[in-house]
Each structure stands twice: as C-alpha cells, then as structure tokens.
C-alpha cells in the first residue's frame, strides 16, 4: 500500500510535441494522457519508469511524456507590476536582507528620483529595509539588492529553464 501510494505521488514531466519540457503532471493525469493517447512515453536513458497495475492491466509510465496532440497555447502577459505579482517573483523575500516578514514594495531608484513604477525598479523590501533605505539608491544607502529585478518571464519558459538546469545537476 505504501509503495502504490509513493507511486501515485510522483510527477511526471510533460514535453510538448516538439520535445520541449512544458509542464509537470501527477501520475493519474499522465495515465488519463496514455491511455486516451494524447501522449506517448518519452523514453530517456536512466529514467525510472512506475509500474501502476489496474484490476485488467499493468501500465508502466515513464517520468517522462510527450504529447501527440498539440498542446492548447494559452496566451499569456507579463503580469502587472503589483504587490501580489512582485512578493511572487521574489518568493516573498526582502530583496535586501532576506526576511519574510512585514514586506511591502520599494522603488530600487526611489519614484521621487526618476525611478519607474515597472518589474526592473520595483522590489519585495521588509519594512525595515524600506524605512532604512528612505529616499536613496541602494548604491547611496549601501544596500546591495539580493538579485537584479526583472519581469517575469513567460511560464512555460521558466519551467524549461528550470528542468534544463535540474536535468544538468543529475548528469553531472
Ligand atoms: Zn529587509
């Protein structure tokens, strides 16, 4: 019981029908995906594949898949730069000290010194940082930023930078 349970908990990772990693998936969607043939196993070399019985049969899923159908693309904008979206991007995180708490937004160059209300000068800062830092760049307050603000980019791309990178680790 144990074992069928860890199996149902694994993700399964979706490739499009270019071979491009787009998404992740758990095991009873990409069973649905098989069996309808809306995908077929990607076979890649030291790649577990799950063995999940049903009464009538055995279906192996391998960890990866890829769709033969095309995938529904879904437009998608770079979201408004707002409290919500920019704590996201930041994964709720001061951008300069690293708390999770008290967070509000600040204007890296301040609005008051030219800076923009835009996704490459608005960061996640705790209130403490904010009041810190006032009226200044972080260059005139000494208060280097944790990473370069930037919009979110698209996620089907992120998702791909993100498996490339994790792929690389488990080769190396
Ligand atoms: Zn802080």
Same mark, same amino acid.
């Given at each position: 019981m144990t074992a069928a349970t860890h199996i149902l908990e694994q993700s399964i990772v979706v490739f499009s029908q270019n071979y491009l990693p787009i998404s992740r998936v758990n095991i009873k969607r990409a069973i649905v995906l098989l069996l309808t043939g809306k995908a077929e196993p990607l076979a890649m070399m030291n790649v577990p594949v799950w063995k999940v019985r049903s009464p009538s049969h055995v279906i192996e899923v391998p960890e990866h898949i890829r769709l033969t159908i095309k995938g529904k693309e879904r437009t998608w904008r770079v979201p408004p730069v707002n409290r919500r979206e920019v704590l996201r991007r930041d994964h709720h995180t001061c951008q300069y000290c690293g708390s999770t708490n008290h967070l509000t937004l600040d204007h890296v160059v301040p609005l008051s010194k =030219? =800076? *923009?209300? *835009?996704w490459d000068n608005v960061v996640t800062a705790c209130e403490r940082c904010n009041q810190r830092k006032g009226n200044r760049t972080p260059e005139q307050a000494n208060m280097p930023l944790l990473s370069h603000p930037r919009a979110p980019i698209h996620p089907t791309v992120a998702f791909a930078e993100q498996f490339w990178r994790e792929h690389q680790i488990r080769q190396e």
């Open positions: =030219g =800076g *923009s209300h *835009s």
